[in-house]
């Protein structure tokens, strides 16, 4: 059971200073990509003590949201945030190795509040959108210094979201993981049997956002590496759905170069 002692504290503020700078890879700085679930999640574990777990968790709701790109006012899910807060809920509810079932109940429990996120980034956004109005009402003498207020504010203000949102999420999903340990065993073995799903789940999303017509190759490649790696290299479930999420990946790169 987490107790919220002065380690449990610096941890959790370490993650939301380093998940807040991961986040801002998302739209305002760089695009480096560091900023996906796939990279971040493991990173999150890493820094814990559990890159198990940050792998599970990243490869699952990277191929839950890889096609969801922040183009135009489309405002998806923080896939970031979801991410690391379910990390750091695995990570931190359990330091010797998060199993299976907590594993998918953290996805679950992120994933549920993912609307929450959406709401802050739109929120987010309509606030920087009147720095452009600051910025033209200006004096000519002070457009420069201007312009490079409102960007820093709206860098500031981005991270400023995302920590906030970890100080808030990571204590809840840690006070839920807490009830979680006295639900029954049915349900602990039903959430085991959600992560298992998962891959099933992220790569039919993707077949059907990609709206595919003719076969991708990508696609059906990772399969067949995936499935002989299980059946006859009896690979764990981690190296599994990695591959699977890596194939997912490639096939929607390929098909947007293609587009």
Request: aromatic share 8%.
């Amino acid at each position: 059971m987490p107790t919220f002692d002065m380690h449990m504290i610096v941890a959790l503020l370490g993650i939301a200073v380093v998940g807040g700078l991961i986040g801002l890879d998302r739209t305002a700085v760089g695009q480096f990509m560091v900023s996906q679930p796939i990279v971040a999640a493991p990173f999150t574990g890493w820094l814990l003590g559990d890159p198990a777990a940050g792998l599970v968790i990243g490869a699952a709701l990277e191929l839950i949201w890889v096609l969801d790109v922040p183009v135009g006012t489309f405002v998806p899910a923080d896939s970031t945030i979801s991410a690391v807060s379910a990390t750091a809920v695995a990570a931190l509810g359990y330091p010797g190795g998060a199993p299976l079932p907590v594993i998918g109940f953290c996805i679950l429990l992120t994933t549920a509040l993912a609307p929450m996120t959406m709401r802050a980034d739109g929120f987010i956004r309509n606030w920087n959108a009147h720095l452009v109005d600051r910025v033209a009402t200006a004096q000519v003498q002070d457009i420069e210094r201007s312009l490079s207020r409102a960007h820093l504010s709206g860098l500031a203000v981005f991270f400023l979201k995302s920590f906030v949102l970890y100080l808030v999420l990571i204590p809840a999903g840690l006070a839920a993981v807490t009830l979680f340990q006295h639900m029954p065993d049915a349900v602990h073995r039903a959430m085991s049997l959600f992560v298992k799903l998962l891959p099933v789940l992220g790569s039919a999303l993707i077949v059907r956002k990609l709206s595919m017509k003719n076969v991708d190759l990508y696609l059906l490649t990772g399969f067949a590496i995936a499935a002989v790696s299980g059946l006859l290299f009896h690979a764990s479930a981690a190296i599994i759905m990695l591959l699977t999420v890596t194939a997912g990946w490639l096939g929607a790169r390929g098909h947007e170069q293609r587009s």
